[in-house]
């Protein structure tokens, strides 16, 4: 539901891995509020694909 959600806002899904794993281009912010209530989301970690390593 959250990744139907970030595509419908316009932002691209990359992946969705486990049961609460959802990898996304854009800025999500716009989407969801950020915290631990189970209708919001943390950030676990950020990356840019395709950069060097």
Known sequence: MKANKIHKAGLQVVEISGTDELHVIGDWRQVFAEGRDLNQVKEKS?????GKR
């Open 46 to 50: 950020t990356y840019t694909l395709g």
